[in-house]
């Protein structure tokens, strides 16, 4: 599933120390004591309970492990499980042997464009995947829980929606996790496995990260490039089905006209060539 670095508004592309415990000195009788002294005293340096003593200590911080952010990764039910794998492009085939592709969207702007691009999707019976950004969500909650109540697959595009190769692990962990929960909390519905980064960037901090947070790591195949100068619906249509091919994932984004315009004359050539529409979950999970 294809890594590129504009999933948003540009092109694609791009760990903790610990601590040592102390040693223990022991002082050693002086030198005129052990000579003038009589054999009893040199056996009482049976201070062998010191070493018996030392490994207590040393077990003790072993709980330290656990502020490490490593859930296991589990599929959410009906959803292929996270992968560590950066992913460009999917399952070619249709269980009922027809090629497939998928159309994702990444959301943005204005949500009456949100809502006019699902009264085509519903046209059309198309159930795909909406990556959101969690500052977006948070201004149109209502919006967001329209998108779940139509079938659709939400998926997680950051909070931010800042570049994501200069982030640590942290910044990464909040930016996903902080999303996941609103998204949650609004839908009843998760984000995971689908993490679209925006503008297609990674790096090799962030994309383990957000694998052991349950995540895998999406770019795509071919975009729209509806976000540049001078882009058209004649343009996207051009960029989408001008590169048609089996198992191949195309994103597009909600905030402009040209995205309504387009749509649907796009989802009825690939239907005419006999190409299945299907979500991020089933052009990932089905057959080979």
Request: hydrophobic share 35%; aromatic share 8%.
């Amino acid at each position: 599933m294809a890594l590129a670095l504009a999933a948003c508004s540009g092109q694609a592309d791009r760990t903790a120390p610990e601590a040592n415990p102390p040693a223990v000195v022991a002082e050693a009788p002086s030198p005129t004591a052990t000579a003038t002294a009589t054999p009893p005293p040199t056996p009482t340096p049976t201070a062998t309970p010191l070493p018996t003593a030392t490994p207590t200590p040393t077990e003790t911080p072993s709980p330290t492990p656990t502020a490490t952010p490593t859930p296991t990764p589990e599929p959410a039910a009906g959803r292929p499980p996270a992968s560590p794998d950066i992913v460009y492009i999917g399952t070619p085939t249709a269980p009922d042997g027809r090629p497939q592709v998928n159309i994702s969207f990444d959301v943005e702007g204005d949500p009456e464009l949100l809502y006019q691009i699902l009264d085509i999707l519903d046209q059309f019976g198309y159930r795909t995947t909406f990556f959101l950004q969690g500052a977006w969500v948070q201004q149109y909650p209502e919006a967001t829980k329209r998108i779940a109540e139509r079938g659709h697959e939400l998926g997680n595009h950051s909070w931010t929606h800042k570049d994501f190769k200069p982030m640590t692990a942290e910044e990464v962990a909040k930016e996903l996790l902080d999303t996941e929960a609103l998204v949650l909390e609004l839908t009843g519905v998760t984000t995971k496995p689908y993490f679209r980064p925006p503008f297609g960037s990674r790096s090799e901090i962030s994309v383990p990260t957000a694998y052991q947070l349950g995540w895998t790591t999406i770019i795509w195949t071919y975009g729209s490039e509806d976000w540049r100068p001078g882009a058209t619906a004649q343009t996207i249509y051009d960029n989408v089905f001008g590169n048609a091919m089996p198992g191949a994932l195309y994103y597009m984004h909600t905030s402009r006209q040209i995205n309504v315009d387009s749509l649907p004359r796009l989802l009825k050539a690939f239907q005419d060539a006999g190409y299945a529409l299907v979500s991020m979950g089933e052009i990932l999970g089905g057959p080979q």
